[in-house]
């Protein structure tokens, strides 16, 4: 199986995450499709998304919906799948305004939203079931993409990026990932437009100082539910992974400046850079079950 860019739809949560976790296909897929632009409690993100989004530099589809603000409700590292997504409830230092029942309504609205622009579609890229660094609105969004490929048959790739945060869930997908594509090279130039607009606009949501790996790979991924069994990888196959650092706090939580600050001050006490992708690495399934 190849993923044809050309003749694929890339469907992404929020913006800005095309530029951070699939920058090597924004400017050549078919069609970009971006679910979010209000976040509850931000009015100047909200106005932000919208401004980018009408300035963006191709053709985006938006939804135009309304995050439920679910960043950090679930249980990380080893939250609960469910059918819409991940289990949620209020934690300490999730996001002002988050609303779980919100959260669980909107996988229904993602399916019924998208639904009649992906009919036709041969190829769609979205987030992967472990939500790349661990955002819950990725996981969502990739259970309703899921559930329309049911429907539609599509191809269906998600990219190859995890952190820490999702490594755990990560593993129990394993078995559902098909031979990935080779290291496509990151448009680094695109990549740098899309965030110095977001910037300009006052939405972009990491850190500043985010560097893109060279390269990065996407996932052909085999259908599966939440609970059921997976069957694990063959012994010794190895999977590239670009990992990721997450920042100590979600950027939109705390104001720009103020977030930069406080990832610096923590990067020089645990002596890392925070925020920056690393290339791509291979983790190796050594026939445990995950």
């Given at each position: 199986m190849q993923l044809d860019p050309a003749d694929a739809v890339l469907v992404m949560a929020h913006p800005d995450d095309e530029a951070l976790w699939a920058s090597s296909l924004v400017g050549r897929v078919g069609r970009l499709v971006l679910a979010y632009e209000a976040l509850p409690g931000r009015p100047d993100i909200t106005a932000g998304r919208q401004a980018a989004l009408a300035?963006?530099?191709?053709?985006?589809?938006?939804?135009?919906?309304?995050?439920?603000?679910?960043?950090?409700?679930?249980?990380?590292?080893?939250?609960?799948?469910?059918?819409?997504?991940?289990?949620?409830?209020?934690?300490?230092?999730?996001?002002?305004?988050?609303?779980?029942?919100?959260?669980?309504?909107?996988?229904?609205?993602?399916?019924?939203?998208?639904?009649?622009?992906?009919?036709?579609?041969?190829?769609?890229?979205?987030?992967?079931?472990?939500?790349?660094?661990?955002h819950e609105d990725h996981v969502q969004l990739c259970r309703a993409v899921e559930a329309l490929r049911a429907e539609a048959g599509f191809a269906l790739w998600v990219?190859?990026?995890?952190?820490?945060?999702?490594?755990?869930?990560?593993?129990?997908?394993?078995?559902?990932?098909?031979?990935?594509?080779?290291?496509?090279?990151?448009?680094?130039?695109?990549?740098?437009?899309?965030?110095?607009?977001?910037?300009?606009?006052?939405?972009?949501?990491?850190?500043?100082?985010?560097?893109?790996?060279?390269?990065?790979?996407?996932?052909?991924?085999?259908?599966?539910?939440?609970?059921?069994?997976?069957?694990p990888p063959a012994p010794g196959r190895s999977f590239p992974v670009t990992l990721v650092t997450l920042p100590a706090t979600r950027p939109p939580a705390l104001p720009r400046g103020r977030l930069a600050r406080l990832a610096a001050g923590l990067g020089r006490r645990i002596g890392r850079r925070i925020g920056s992708a690393s290339a791509a690495h291979p983790v190796r399934h050594c026939g445990r079950g995950s």
């Open positions: 300035r963006f530099p191709r053709q985006v589809e938006s939804l135009r919906l309304a995050e439920s603000a679910a960043f950090g409700a679930a249980a990380w590292p080893d939250p609960v799948e469910t059918p819409d997504g991940l289990a949620v409830e209020a934690r300490p230092g999730t996001m002002a305004g988050f609303d779980p029942a919100a959260y669980r309504a909107g996988f229904a609205t993602l399916v019924a939203r998208l639904r009649p622009l992906l009919a036709g579609a041969r190829t769609v890229v979205t987030h992967a079931p472990w939500g790349e660094y661990g990219p190859g990026h995890a952190s820490a945060r999702s490594f755990a869930l990560m593993q129990r997908h394993l078995g559902r990932l098909g031979t990935p594509t080779p290291p496509m090279p990151t448009d680094r130039g695109l990549a740098a437009t899309l965030a110095a607009l977001y910037r300009e606009t006052g939405c972009w949501t990491w850190v500043d100082d985010h560097a893109w790996p060279e390269t990065e790979v996407f996932y052909p991924l085999l259908p599966g539910q939440p609970g059921q069994a997976v069957t």
